[in-house]
């Protein structure tokens, strides 16, 4: 069964994942006359927050809004998009089978993964409920929004000392608090002092809000410390797990999938972008990464002289 029910429907490229990376792949396919399959289980990272800031010509326009337009767009090129999850994947017939959670299957020839990834939030009650509204991850995103709030940080070592430091310029009113010992070293502690960063070691108990609004930071030992915004930079995993079923090799820490300057994973046929591959993790970045992907995949079908028989061309 193929994605509309009838018999299993052959696409040149299935791109898997329609965030920034893969919309932006897809156009440049479809604008390319590939035949093109989008399948998005639509969560993208950033579907928490109400803004995407930093974009090219849109800032501040909503992610949702974003992807609904590059949706829109990629209608003339004939580019079909179903938001359906690819839950499992392999290679079969020159090219490659994937199965959909309807049970149904698709036959590509090659494969664009744009899956991203997903954050892994600390188990400390409030963390869930504000990401994306007053915890935040990424200064360039989001620390215009609350410059000379009360800050914090949360993180602990070298990595809470790097990015109170990196947050320094978006707010004096600054204090980190690494939840436990495990604070950064005293060179770091030294130099956190010369910028007037206050370290906090003790247990975190939650984060007081009220709705949307963080009020504050209680500790375990009943102490309350006044905040507005909180800064961290969460563990991550890869979103989807059909790298690992592709058997595609990852980075030396073994979390983004490695690929080459093609964009192509250690997998023949099957190319990889966006958040999944960088620790650049930004729309515009994906996005880019999308267009380069996309642009070489092409390359290799010109250079394979691989076409499908007796395609309409849009
Ligand atoms: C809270 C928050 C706010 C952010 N704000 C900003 C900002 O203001 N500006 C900025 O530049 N960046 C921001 N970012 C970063 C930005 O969200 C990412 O860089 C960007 O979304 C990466 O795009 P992507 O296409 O690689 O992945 P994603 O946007 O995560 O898209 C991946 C898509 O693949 C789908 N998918 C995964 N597995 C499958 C599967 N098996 N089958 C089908 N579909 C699948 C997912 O459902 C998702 O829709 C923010 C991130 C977070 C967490």
């Known amino acids: 069964m193929n994605v509309d029910g009838a018999t299993r429907e052959h696409f040149e490229v299935v791109v898997v994942g329609g965030g920034a990376a893969g919309l932006s792949a897809a ?50 090129y004939g580019v079909k ?3 359906r999850t690819a839950t499992h994947v392999c290679p079969r017939n020159d090219g490659f089978l994937l199965t959909l959670d309807d049970q149904t299957t698709v036959q590509a020839h090659k494969i664009l993964l744009a899956t991203g990834m997903k954050d892994l939030l600390p188990a400390v009650p409030g963390f869930e409920a504000l990401w994306g509204k007053a915890v935040h991850h990424c200064p360039y995103c989001h620390g215009w929004e609350v410059r000379d709030q009360a800050m914090a940080v949360y993180g602990k070592g070298t990595p809470g000392y790097l990015k109170a430091k990196l947050l320094h310029n978006w707010s004096q009113d600054l204090i980190l608090c690494t939840d436990g010992p495990s604070g950064p070293g005293p060179t770091e502690m030294d130099h956190l002092g010369q910028l007037g960063i206050r370290v906090i070691e003790k247990p975190v108990s939650h984060l007081v809000h009220n709705g949307d609004v963080l009020q504050g930071i209680q500790f375990k030992d009943g102490s309350f410390l006044a905040r507005q915004t909180l800064f961290l930079s969460p563990e991550q995993q890869q979103h989807s797990s059909l790298p690992a079923q592709l058997g595609c090799k990852m980075d030396p820490e073994g979390l983004q999938v490695w690929v080459d300057a093609q ?52």
């Open 27 to 76: 156009l440049i396919l479809g604008r390319a006359r590939r035949k093109t399959l989008v399948l998005d289980a639509q969560q993208p990272r950033n579907a928490p927050a109400a803004h995407a800031q930093g974009i090219f010509t849109r800032d501040g326009t909503p992610p949702l809004e974003l992807l609904r337009i590059a949706r829109d767009q990629l209608v003339p």
């Open 81 to 83: 998009v179903s938001n």
């Open 263 to 314: 964009g192509q994973t250690s997998v023949p046929g099957v190319y990889a972008a966006g958040d999944m591959v960088t620790r650049a993790q930004q729309v515009m970045v994906a996005a880019a990464s999308g267009v380069q992907a996309a642009a070489m995949l092409n390359h290799a079908f010109l250079e394979e002289g691989l076409h499908l028989k007796n395609q309409t061309r849009v």
